[in-house]
Every structure is written in structure tokens, then in C-alpha cells.
């Protein structure tokens, strides 16, 4: 490969979705550890909810 040739990234750089900044490779689609902890913490907390149905009770054991 020659020494001058252009490398194509892999993926296009993308707004940090918490703060907008450029992202980072090693923390993508985030720009820092701090941004991808603070989605994280936000999943794991119940802000985030993907809408759904309610999962139906299963049938009681005494056959009703």
C-alpha cells in the first residue's frame, strides 16, 4: 500500500447522542466513556422504555 494513500474510516463520524460532540472510534457512536456510562445508567434505570405490549400472567397452578 502505498505510503501517501487515503484510508476510508469505517464508519462515518456521528453526533455523540448525548452531547453532540464528534464521536469517538473507541467508544462509538459516543465521544467519551463519560457519554456512553451516562446511557448506559439510563437503560439500566428504566428511563429508557421500549413500548410493548403486556406480557400475559401465566396460568396459575391450581388449574383456573
Known amino acids: 500500500m502505498p505510503k501517501d494513500a487515503i484510508v476510508t ?3 462515518p ?3 455523540c447522542p448525548e ?3 464528534p464521536s469517538e472510534r473507541a ?3 459516543f465521544c467519551s466513556v463519560r457519554c456512553k456510562d451516562v446511557d448506559l445508567h439510563r437503560w439500566l434505570t428504566g428511563s429508557y422504555v421500549i413500548p410493548g405490549e403486556d406480557a400475559e ?3 396459575s397452578d391450581d388449574g383456573r
Open 13 to 15: 463520524k456521528r453526533q
Open 27 to 29: 467508544v462509538y457512536p
Open 57 to 59: 400472567s401465566p396460568p
Open 19 to 21: 452531547c453532540g460532540r
Open 9 to 11: 474510516p469505517l464508519r
